[in-house]
């Protein structure tokens, strides 16, 4: 039996790793999620404005897997993690290791509700919150194409958040909406996306071009834009803003921020406000090294110590290094340092109109729009193939 790495968390973070750690056939590797998909959350979008289904934005873990020799997907969720006596408790059963990876990223954060409004909520992190949100703008739509009267009342979303998920979200929401309105006179004049910015603007943070594009997108769109406003509460589907205004709302969207996943508050290392695992430069637990966490389970910084955001592209990176490194610890090399960075941002803004920020160069429309798709399949088709093959072996065993 090879040296047993395991990787907790089976989306871009665990997913990068497992592919770098495939390579060396001396490994036996498992991967554990508590979902048999990777969601592509970067694509959620696409699926909360119902320009896509739902297959097309996730990659079968079990076929994933099934693609490597050395690797065994457990379809699993993890209950707690002991590293004095290196081993993962499950949902059922338990898994030692000799190399831990922690990439259970994040959840999203929500505010403090009556139990009920969760029912008339989501958020946009999980397969199943983007397609209660889809489920729920498909139903109030048919509802409104059946009774003219129900069509007059008022139809109020609210997102909480105005960062890259939030304007991505009521950006394709209400570019849908417009559409459907458009092609039947029938509803939805009283639609209403009102989009919260605790900031001055959206998008804080990111470059003045690019939130004076986003703005002036979300305007022409008709998004309700509050900013400098803060949700204080939220009581009988109103939420109650920091100047004490009031919004209804018949579904509300959390999009203002993440917490690392719930199963890491147990673990007894230091950690940041978000509950982020804090890692040295070579994303090992200082207490520990063979252990790692990578992705938005961990306080990831750039070169020069600047904390860095949780993304997709900071996952994969994380991900790969932290794989280099236990392949260089094995062969007795000298682990590297990650070199994490955000190679630019791109961000959806309704139909088929992006803004890209590439350091030294934006763009915005549809050029930037052919551009985001280009990546986001450059990430995608890779992995549908190899799942590909990874089924393609399973069913020849079945025969
Ligand atoms: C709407 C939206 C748009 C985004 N757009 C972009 C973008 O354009 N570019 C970009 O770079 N980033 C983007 N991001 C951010 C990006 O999606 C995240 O940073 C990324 O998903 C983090 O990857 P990860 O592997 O660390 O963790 P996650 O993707 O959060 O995955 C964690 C995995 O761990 C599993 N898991 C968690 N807890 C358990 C448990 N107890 N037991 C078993 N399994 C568990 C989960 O099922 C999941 O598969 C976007 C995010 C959202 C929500």
Redesign the pocket.
Known sequence: MGHHVVI???????IAAMRRLSKNPDLNITL????PY??L??E??ELISSNTSFEETIVSLPALAANYDHVTYKH????SIDLENRVVRLSSGECSYDTLII?????TKRFECDEGIYNYSGG??SLRGALRLNQFFQTELYKRLESAEKAKENFNIVVGGAG??GV??AAGMQHFFNRYYRSNALSCATLHIHLIASRESVLHGMHPQIIRIATRRLEKLRVKLHTRKRITAIEDHRVILSDESLIPFDFMIF?GGTMA???LQDLDIPKNQKGQCLVNPYLQLESDSDVYV????AALCDKAGNPLP??????IQS?ETAAHNILNTLSRQVPQKADLS?KG???ALGGRYAAIDLKYLRIKGYPAYLIKKLIERLYKWPLRWQALRGYRRISSCRI
């Open positions: 907790l968390g089976g989306s871009y973070g665990g554990i999620d508590q979902h990777h969601f959350q970067t959620s979008y699993r969720k993890v209950e990439a259970l990223g994040s959840v946009p992190k890259l998920s991505e979200i999009a996943a719930p199963v990578v992705g938005d389970a949780p993304t997709a592209q900071t996952a991900g955000i941002i791109a961000i």
